[in-house]
T-cell receptor, first 114, second 112 residues
Framework: AQSVTQLGSHVSVSEGALVLLRCNYS??????LFWYVQYPNQGLQLLLK??????LVKGINGFEAEFKKSETSFHLTKPSAHMSDAAEYFC????????????FGTGTRLTIIP | EPEVTQTPSHQVTQMGQEVILRCVPI?????FYWYRQILGQKVEFLVSFYNNEISEKSEIFDDQFSVERPDGSNFTLKIRSTKLEDSAMYFC??????????FGPGTRLTVL
């Protein structure tokens, strides 16, 4: 079974500051990890994914995440926040890439302070 | 760019009524999913569908729920007798073999 914990339901950062959204997972098998973003009144858009190989993965809009097996973490970062980054972010895990259902965290709402 | 579409965007219904939520997956996708998100809670898996049959379903997906692919393009979720606790945002997703899931914009269901 898989589960995801996202620390911080709301995160606020100043424009230009570092964005750090935390995700910890639990999985009985090697996990596949995803970050999705949801803008108001829109669906879930894939930001990035980790399947196998390089543990630092880069996604769209300047975001990246690092898979750390020893810490069971997959935190999302962006060096410099932009106003357009304001959205809800969801971390998700599956047992096999695309073959299994996604198990989501509770989400983190990111607010950007001008 | 192809995208998953869902209709309606918002459905209001009376408790006990049947509702059908519609999804049009991306055309070359073969795997289909429904998820729901109750306000303020996490996105939860309901059901997956492949080759015209359910692949997996969660404990939420009880006998009042059903899914169907009535033609080559639509994928529907039916709730036979809605309850207040069915009020949620329902997301449809689809994927090709070996790729990530693409999500639709969701249908907000309100049960009065």
């Amino acid at each position: 079974a898989q589960s995801v914990t996202q620390l911080g339901s709301h995160v606020s950062v100043s424009e230009g500051a570092l964005v750090l959204l935390r995700c910890n997972y639990s999985s009985s098998v090697p996990p596949y990890l995803f970050w999705y973003v949801q803008y108001p009144n829109q669906g879930l858009q894939l930001l990035l994914k980790y399947t196998t190989g390089a543990t630092l993965v880069k996604g769209i809009n300047g975001f990246e995440a690092e898979f750390k097996k020893s810490e069971t973490s997959f935190h999302l970062t962006k060096p410099s926040a932009h106003m357009s980054d304001a959205a809800e972010y969801f971390c998700a895990v599956s047992a096999n890439f695309g073959n299994e259902k996604l198990t989501f965290g509770t989400g983190t709402r990111l607010t950007i302070i001008p | 760019e192809p995208e998953v579409t869902q209709t309606p965007s918002h459905q209001v219904t009376q408790m006990g009524q049947e509702v059908i939520l519609r999804c049009v997956p991306i055309s070359n996708h073969l795997y289909f999913y429904w998820y729901r998100q109750i306000l303020g809670q996490k996105v939860e898996f309901l059901v997956s569908f492949y080759n015209n049959e359910i692949s997996e379903k969660s404990e939420i997906f009880d006998d009042q729920f059903s899914v169907e692919r009535p033609d080559g393009s639509n994928f529907t979720l039916k709730i036979r007798s809605t309850k207040l606790e069915d009020s949620a945002m329902y997301f449809c997703a689809s994927r090709r073999a070996g790729n990530e899931q693409f999500f639709g914009p969701g249908t907000r269901l309100t049960v009065l």
